[in-house]
């Protein structure tokens, strides 16, 4: 099985820099995924992470220990537009996607 | 590249109905397609796993029978709600992978409203 755990909410003040966490367990790893997901839309692809260490993608940045089992996700210079949920899921052997209830980021002006 | 489309992007229907879903991969041939429901401030939950050519993988509590899916070919799944209910009205997201690469292509979703 998978477990999958992130904080429910979290605030932060445009411009700023905010990590979202994700700690999960799985029966094989396969990476993890990081998406967002706007109300009311689908998720969009925001990276993916195989080894250990960070990855970064512009503004967004993606970190994994394999071994602990743990991902942060890291958004720096935030804008309105980022105010979203976040969405940290290992993928199964089957490749289907188990999803968390994710992190609610809201930026504030 | 990499675009999943959805058809219909909402519906209304009155119970008792059917209701088809289409699931497409505009430029890339999708072996695997899930499909996933999601319902308002609620997660996404996958209700199943689709591979061209055979039968799809339904997870524990997903009717089979209320909810047919079809991968008839690389580039397209549908998923087809029998005699839908009030409880039905949902979000539903279908999303793509080809080969054996784990990354997903989500579609933009169907949103059903079952009156």
């Known amino acids: 099985g998978q477990n999958i755990d992130q904080p429910t909410e979290m605030t932060a003040t445009e411009g700023a820099i905010v990590q979202i966490n994700c700690t999960y367990q799985?029966?094989?790893?396969?990476?993890l995924f990081w998406y967002q997901q706007h109300a009311g839309e689908a998720p969009t692809f925001l990276s993916y992470n195989v080894l250990d260490g960070l990855e970064e993608k512009g503004r967004f940045s993606s970190f994994l220990s394999r071994s602990k089992g743990y991902s942060y996700l890291l958004l720096k210079e935030l804008q309105m537009k980022d105010s979203a949920s976040y969405l940290c899921?290992?993928?199964?052997?089957?490749?289907?996607?188990?999803f968390g209830k994710g992190t609610k980021l809201s930026v504030k002006p | 590249g990499a675009v999943v489309s959805q058809h219909p992007s909402w519906v209304i229907c009155k119970s008792g109905t059917s209701v088809k879903i289409e699931c497409r991969s505009l430029?890339?041939?999708?072996?695997?397609m899930f499909w996933y429901r999601q319902f308002p401030k609620q997660s996404l939950m996958l209700m199943a796993t689709s591979n061209e050519g055979s039968k799809a993988t339904y997870e524990q509590g997903v009717e089979k029978d209320k909810f047919l899916i079809n991968h008839a070919s690389l580039t397209l799944s549908t998923l087809t709600v029998t005699s839908a209910h009030p409880e039905d009205s949902s979000f539903y997201i279908c999303?793509?992978?080809?080969?054996?690469?784990?990354?997903?292509?989500f579609g933009p979703g169907t949103r059903l409203t079952v009156t």
């Open positions: 899921a290992p993928p199964r052997s089957q490749g289907n996607l188990i």
């Open positions: 799985t029966s094989g790893f396969n990476g």
């Open positions: 430029d890339f041939q999708a072996t695997t």
């Open positions: 999303s793509a992978r080809t080969g054996e690469a784990y990354e997903q292509y």
